[in-house]
């Protein structure tokens, strides 16, 4: 058996086509799905129900994978949401949700997942983050935040865990062009609201996605990590000038940094 790849949020977007992607390369994929029954396309892996946010699930979807191959070789965590709105006026239960799916569901997951991979000495993890986990974003502060602090762990892990032969790095894309925006969850715009360009940033947002790159380059991506014996901490992968943000924000200082993102969203 070839190595076993664990993909979650597999049924649409970069989870796709990463999984369709690395099953082409010989890899054994195992994709996950809230609702794989719904899932009415052929796809030549499996697709295994996994809630991300409920640590049953996780166990169950863990242990289905072992029971059918023996291994987990892979572990690319891909699962994630959007969520906007002006931070005054986000429903709390709301941003304990994003994190939930974003930063603690997948840290459960990488918890299920590494006893096995120590008794291996040997594993890879994926933790798929995002550039604008790099900086505060106007109306995406928490999404934002959950990739940030999702960074954050990744770098504390990979120091934990090297010395078990586990290798773990993250991968930041910029915007590609999927269906991401329609499963964002979306504040509601309020009639007395004083953040007027709120409902002007959510459509500033999804045309930025629209015209964004094809996801194809984040499926290559992640196969060249894994054929890369000496990993980086992190990889950046999108247009120019969203990699250049992060450069940016280092060198220049920080209200020149502000301006220019509040101008590239109109504000």
Do not use: W
């Not at 429903?91 to 974003?102: C, G, I």
């Not at 960074?151 to 991968?171: A, P, Q």
Request: hydrophobic residues 40%; proline residues 4%.
């Amino acid at each position: 058996m070839g190595k076993v790849v664990l993909v979650t949020g597999a049924s649409s977007g970069l989870g796709l086509e990463s999984a369709l992607y690395l099953t082409k390369k010989g890899y054994v994929v195992f994709g996950t799905s809230r609702n794989p029954d719904n899932f009415k396309k052929s796809v030549p892996f499996r697709l295994i129900k996994l809630e991300i946010t409920d640590l049953t699930s996780i166990k169950t979807c863990v242990s289905k994978i072992l029971s059918l191959s023996g291994k987990i070789d892979v572990l690319i965590n891909n699962a994630g949401v959007g969520i906007t709105g002006p931070l005054e006026e986000l429903n709390s239960e709301k941003v304990v949700e994003n994190f939930s799916t974003n930063c603690f569901g997948p840290l459960n997951l990488i918890q299920a997942v590494l006893p096995h991979m120590r008794k291996q000495q040997s594993g890879t993890i994926i933790n798929v983050t995002s550039i604008g986990g790099y900086m505060g974003l106007p109306f995406r502060g928490v999404f934002s935040a959950s990739k940030s602090a999702f960074m954050t762990m990744t770098e504390s892990l990979r120091m934990e865990v090297k010395e078990f032969g586990i290798k773990v790095c993250t991968l930041a894309p910029g915007d590609y062009a999927t269906d991401v925006a329609s499963r964002r969850y979306h504040s509601p715009v309020l009639k007395n609201s004083p953040y007027k360009k709120y409902a002007k940033g959510i459509k500033t947002m999804d045309e930025h996605v629209d015209k964004g790159n094809p996801p194809i380059e984040i499926a290559k991506a992640i196969y060249n990590i894994l054929n890369n014996s000496n990993l980086k901490v992190h990889y950046r992968v999108g247009a120019i000038l969203q990699k250049l943000s992060i450069f940016l924000k280092k060198i220049l200082p920080s209200q020149i940094f502000e301006r220019l993102i509040m101008n590239h969203y109109k504000l």
